[in-house]
């Protein structure tokens, strides 16, 4: 599919997370 | 050595040196190692002592990539044969993924979510693990019906069903984000047919065994990624010697 043209999306099935909005997250820290 | 007497030492550094592919090394001095040699001298000594539990950090840093990717191999592999309990600190999340059993991912001194690599990937349960381990979509949407472990979402001008790692903590209404890894998006030419959502790609990389997309959806950047099976790929029917032709992505 090239740049600037139009595609069909489609997300996989059962492959969508749902998570609550958070304000902010911090960062990494191993 | 540890009180260990000297015949048993010669012995248990052979052992070692042969485990981790330097039989032979004895006389080598470390400025004639390569790099992956040096880092598996470095393993050598520790194992050879016989520990109960080896920890390392951030052992393959100093490496380049491809001998990065070498020596986790390497590493899981002595590992597993060695049987020895190995706690293994990276900020590398594929290195992460790829030596260990169980992940426990830190953030700010604390472990905010431990698992498999794939629950980790597959059922992230903050958006801090979701973007730390892998790539993904974080798509805004709000909260339109809950039924058990069942979300619907209105998101991108549409509803779309999603599963909830807490669904008792949403009710309608609340802001919510979807996680969508890359590669569980498919992209067809043309648009909006079937229920599917219309989006226009605004790039695209070819990087060899895959194509990334960047695709603008209902005011939304998506990143998506295919992977392209090359002409070596199996022919969809057994009994087909050929495959007569290959649509390109």
Do not use: W
């Amino acid at each position: 599919m090239p740049e600037g043209s139009n595609v069909a999306v489609r997300f996989a099935e059962d492959a969508v997370t749902v998570l609550p909005e958070v304000a902010a997250e911090g960062t990494s820290d191993a | 050595m540890r009180k260990v007497p000297a015949a048993e030492v010669r012995q248990r550094v052979g052992e070692v040196l042969a485990l981790v592919g330097l039989a032979g090394y004895e006389g080598q001095f470390s400025g004639q190692l390569s790099g992956g040699e040096q880092q598996r001298v470095a393993l050598a000594r520790a194992i050879v002592i016989r520990p109960r539990v080896l920890l390392f950090d951030e052992p393959l840093s100093n490496l380049d990539a491809k001998l990065r990717v070498q020596m986790r191999h390497e590493i899981r592999d002595l590992q597993r044969r060695l049987a020895i309990t190995t706690v293994y600190v990276t900020h590398d999340q594929e290195e992460a993924m790829a030596v260990s059993d169980r992940i426990a991912v830190m953030n700010e001194g604390s472990v905010v979510q431990e698992g498999s690599a794939e629950d980790l990937y597959h059922r992230p349960a903050s958006q801090f693990v979701a973007q730390f381990v892998g790539r993904v979509n974080l798509v805004a949407g709000r909260v339109a019906a809950v039924a058990g472990d069942a979300v619907t979402v209105a998101a991108l001008g549409t509803t779309i069903g999603a599963r909830a790692v807490r669904a008792r903590d949403l009710a309608p209404g609340d802001p919510v984000r979807l996680v969508v890894r890359p590669e569980s998006i498919a992209i067809a030419a043309g648009g909006g047919a079937d229920g599917s959502l219309q989006a226009t790609v605004i790039a695209r990389t070819f990087l060899g065994e895959k194509i990334e997309y960047l695709l603008r959806c209902a005011g939304e950047t998506l990143q998506v990624v295919r992977y392209d099976a090359g002409p070596g790929a199996p022919c969809p029917k057994a009994r087909t010697s050929r495959c007569a032709s290959r649509k390109m992505p």
